[in-house]
């Protein structure tokens, strides 16, 4: 068993036991959502895999969490294994810690997890459901787990309330495409098979992103919106130190990307990553580094370790005049330096909401699950960025990704985007200052944990 302690220096108002899924996206705004309950005196155990604990490059240093898992617990399915040892796990915590003190008073689960619910139910705990994903794609895979959506979807959607119509390629691909997603799509539907039995349903979003749906799904759930999920010195600065998730699937690169940038000059450098999953064709790898040739900006490209096959022959060389590519970066510090001018991305909900936050316009580019839903929203609804018409093969071509490029850093049309990502810089940390509606959220999610022990 691995074990990390971290003094809390306050007396301990209760227990949290958070179990996340073993994925980037997924583990990275839960673990800062665990940092904001430890830091108003919960105590917070995340119960993290081996896999995770072990190929991540941790940064413990005022985090105040534990991290506990065990040999077994793999990333491999949430079906089998997982499900399996993931139980075991969180029991033996709550074993261990019956008697104490620190007795665990709530789970906070992966809301792709729901058998987690019936553990915490079992031992008369506080169960509370986490989505990483938005509030509309969520609400989209409501509306079809009880057949108000029916499948194969053949037209536009525009029943769901709070949402605007959405056009088939405009939906979450687990929706849209059944034969290439069907297990998926499975796997997402189930985060409902128990969802009324959750004290709290807790979403990394907030509540003027979101406002009409949020509103709607409020009438199902006891929902607490609590995000942007993001080291609080990007926002209100209230725990210090708090820069890093804490924890990356990937070495960060060792490339002095830093020192490079400050060598530019504010908003000249277009920054692009893909995340820590999608994967892009050979042929749409080349038409984005083509793109990037033509728009002669300068640019800093994340391309992981196995996707570099897939770059132009010698492009790296031929572009170091312009460019920098990496295999890995702190996307939040690179994202909130001044020279970056566009961000180019796959439409990660985590990537979003740091765009937001840090007032970086987007040039959007999904490529399944939740990004294409999350790239409508970024382009259309909220006027945040430009979504590049793909072509008959989903492929954007290299004119159309750097028509948007210049759309966004240079022509008229980049101030109203400018404009916009502006205000939801503001309402980011409007929603997590003292008062906020995230904030309160938080807040109320810490009280109702007291009436819990009571």
């Given at each position: 068993?691995?074990?990390?302690?971290?003094?809390?220096?306050?007396?301990?108002?209760?227990?949290?036991?958070?179990?996340?899924?073993?994925?980037?996206?997924?583990?990275?705004?839960?673990?800062?959502?665990?940092?904001?309950?430890?830091?108003?005196?919960?105590?917070?155990?995340?119960?993290?895999?081996?896999?995770?604990?072990?190929?991540?490059?941790?940064?413990?240093?005022?985090?105040?969490?534990?991290?506990?898992?065990?040999?077994?617990?793999?990333?491999?399915?949430?079906?089998?294994?997982?499900?399996?040892?993931?139980?075991?796990?969180?029991?033996?915590?709550?074993?261990?810690?019956?008697?104490?003190?620190?007795?665990?008073?709530?789970?906070?689960?992966?809301?792709?997890?729901?058998?987690?619910?019936?553990?915490?139910?079992?031992?008369?705990?506080?169960?509370?459901?986490?989505?990483?994903?938005?509030?509309?794609?969520?609400?989209?895979?409501?509306?079809?787990?009880?057949?108000?959506?029916?499948?194969?979807?053949?037209?536009?959607?525009?029943?769901?309330?709070?949402?605007?119509?959405?056009?088939?390629?405009?939906?979450?691909?687990?929706?849209?495409?059944?034969?290439?997603?069907?297990?998926?799509?499975?796997?997402?539907?189930?985060?409902?098979?128990?969802?009324?039995?959750?004290?709290?349903?807790?979403?990394?979003?907030?509540?003027?992103?979101?406002?009409?749906?949020?509103?709607?799904?409020?009438?199902?759930?006891?929902?607490?919106?609590?995000?942007?999920?993001?080291?609080?010195?990007?926002?209100?600065?209230?725990?210090?130190?708090?820069?890093?998730?804490g924890l990356n699937l990937f070495e960060p690169s060792e490339d002095p990307y830093i020192k490079w940038l400050n060598a530019r000059e504010t908003g000249s450098v277009i920054y692009l990553s893909f995340g820590?999953?999608?994967?892009?064709?050979?042929?749409?790898?080349?038409?984005?580094?083509?793109?990037?040739?033509?728009?002669?900006?300068?640019?800093?490209?994340?391309?992981?370790?196995?996707?570099?096959?897939?770059?132009?022959?010698?492009?790296?060389?031929?572009?170091?005049?312009?460019?920098?590519?990496?295999?890995?970066?702190?996307?939040?510090?690179?994202?909130?330096?001044?020279?970056?001018?566009?961000?180019?991305?796959?439409?990660?909900?985590?990537?979003?909401?740091?765009?937001?936050?840090?007032?970086?316009?987007?040039?959007?580019?999904?490529?399944?699950?939740?990004?294409?839903?999350?790239?409508?929203?970024?382009?259309?609804?909220?006027?945040?960025?430009?979504?590049?018409?793909?072509?008959?093969?989903?492929?954007?071509?290299?004119?159309?990704?750097?028509?948007?490029?210049?759309?966004?850093?240079?022509?008229?049309?980049?101030?109203?985007?400018?404009?916009?990502?502006?205000?939801?810089?503001?309402?980011?940390?409007?929603?997590?200052?003292?008062?906020?509606?995230?904030?309160?959220?938080?807040?109320?999610?810490?009280?109702?944990?007291?009436?819990?022990?009571?």
């Amino acid at each position: 068993m691995l074990e990390r302690k971290i003094k809390m220096g306050k007396e301990m108002k209760g227990h949290v036991l958070l179990l996340p899924f073993p994925a980037q996206g997924h583990f990275s705004p839960m673990l800062q959502f665990a940092k904001r309950l430890a830091s108003k005196g919960l105590k917070a155990t995340i119960a993290m895999t081996i896999s995770v604990t072990k190929s991540s490059y941790a940064e413990a240093g005022g985090v105040q969490v534990e991290i506990i898992s065990e040999n077994g617990y793999t990333r491999e399915g949430v079906h089998g294994s997982f499900k399996d040892v993931g139980s075991r796990v969180l029991l033996s915590i709550i074993e261990k810690n019956r008697y104490s003190s620190d007795a665990v008073t709530c789970i906070v689960y992966d809301s792709i997890c729901p058998w987690a619910l019936e553990v915490a139910k079992e031992n008369g705990l506080f169960g509370a459901s986490f989505f990483s994903q938005s509030c509309s794609v969520n609400y989209i895979f409501y509306q079809v787990s009880r057949g108000i959506i029916g499948l194969p979807v053949e037209e536009t959607v525009s029943s769901i309330p709070g949402l605007p119509p959405l056009e088939i390629s405009e939906l979450p691909t687990f929706v849209s495409d059944l034969e290439v997603y069907k297990v998926a799509l499975d796997l997402f539907l189930g985060q409902f098979s128990n969802l009324d039995k959750a004290d709290s349903v807790v979403f990394n979003t907030f509540d003027k992103l979101e406002s009409k749906v949020v509103k709607h799904m409020r009438k199902l759930w006891n929902v607490l919106t609590i995000g942007p999920a993001i080291p609080s010195m990007y926002l209100d600065k209230r725990m210090e130190g708090d820069k890093d998730y804490g924890l990356n699937l990937f070495e960060p690169s060792e490339d002095p990307y830093i020192k490079w940038l400050n060598a530019r000059e504010t908003g000249s450098v277009i920054y692009l990553s893909f995340g820590s999953i999608a994967v892009y064709t050979n042929e749409q790898m080349d038409e984005v580094a083509n793109a990037l040739r033509q728009s002669n900006k300068y640019f800093l490209w994340v391309v992981r370790e196995e996707e570099m096959i897939k770059l132009p022959k010698n492009f790296i060389e031929e572009t170091s005049d312009k460019g920098l590519v990496v295999t890995w970066c702190s996307q939040i510090e690179v994202l909130s330096h001044s020279s970056i001018g566009c961000f180019i991305t796959h439409c990660g909900w985590n990537s979003i909401l740091e765009a937001l936050s840090l007032g970086v316009p987007m040039v959007t580019m999904p490529n399944f699950a939740d990004q294409t839903t999350n790239a409508k929203f970024v382009a259309d609804i909220w006027g945040a960025g430009i979504w590049p018409t793909a072509d008959h093969k989903r492929i954007i071509k290299r004119d159309k990704l750097e028509a948007s490029i210049r759309n966004v850093m240079e022509v008229d049309i980049a101030d109203t985007i400018k404009k916009n990502i502006s205000n939801f810089r503001e309402m980011t940390r409007d929603a997590m200052e003292i008062g906020g509606s995230s904030f309160l959220n938080i807040e109320n999610f810490v009280k109702s944990l007291q009436v819990v022990r009571k």
